[in-house]
């Protein structure tokens, strides 16, 4: 079944994390992860009304990659993209077609949101799994983070998932172990360097939309493993 949380990335002003916290309220996410955040005071808690819970269970962390951790499926969102046929970094998905995509995800999806006069870095957005942009007119794309939120778990709300058991997807901690392979594959195949960002980001979007399960991780896990042993006895 999927799950997921709205972590928000420094946020500076505390009523925008207030406002944040009624919209899950409204959608029915209850968990709140905050990355270096502003204080939460009085606006806060004014602006999210009856979701004044969610705002004192909220896990604080001090990085981006302590948070990334906590999940299963990293999901980017940014308002700046690339559309052209070999965009790598900021290729991606519009909100519908991501929704469309997680039907049947089984783990714990964990929804990226930057900064409000930046938005999320291109380091940050390269550590993550996939990239969710909302379409909005050319002439003023930027959303409001509240609005933002809203929008994406609306999304996420209507859609009717299938609720049969699934077998658990793979998540952050199987990824990472799969990149470290993969990247001893372009080492000993002597791969480019200045091709190496590319390269491992175009395999992580790819491993994102696979969502791989236990038994798939596996299989592919003993076929890297093999390739790896054959690539060093040669």
């Known amino acids: 079944m999927l799950r997921s ?3 928000l990335v420094e946020p500076k002003y505390s009523g925008n994390v207030g406002s944040v916290a009624r919209c899950m309220k409204n959608f ?4 709140l992860y905050l990355v270096n955040p502003c204080k939460l005071d009085d606006p806060a808690y004014v602006m999210a009304m009856h979701a004044k819970d969610i705002l004192d269970r909220a896990k604080i962390f001090q990085s981006f990659d302590e948070a990334l951790e906590s999940v299963d499926l990293a999901v980017a969102t940014t308002s700046v993209i690339e559309e052209h046929r070999k965009a790598c970094l900021r290729k991606a998905y519009t909100l519908k077609e991501f929704v469309e995509e997680m039907k049947d995800f089984n783990g714990k999806v964990g929804l990226f949101f930057g900064r409000e006069d930046y938005g999320l870095y291109n380091e940050e ?4 799994d996939i990239l969710v942009n909302i379409p909005t007119s050319k002439e003023y794309p930027s959303l409001n983070l509240s609005h933002a939120v ?3 778990l609306y999304e996420l709300f209507s859609y009717r998932f299938d609720r049969r058991v699934k077998d658990r997807n793979v998540g952050v901690t199987e990824k990472k172990k799969m990149v470290e392979f993969f990247n001893q594959v372009l080492d000993l ?3 480019p360097t200045h091709k190496r960002e590319k390269a ?3 395999f992580r979007r790819a491993l994102g939309r696979a969502k791989l399960t236990e038994l798939e991780y596996h299989t592919m896990m003993g076929i890297m493993s093999e390739i790896i042993e054959k690539l ?3």
């Open 232 to 234: 060093r006895s040669r």
């Open 125 to 128: 957005i390269k550590k993550c």
């Open 150 to 152: 809203g929008i994406v």
């Open 189 to 191: 195949i002597n791969y």
């Open 200 to 202: 491992e980001i175009t």
């Open 28 to 31: 029915g996410v209850s968990e």
């Open 5 to 7: 949380c709205v972590i």
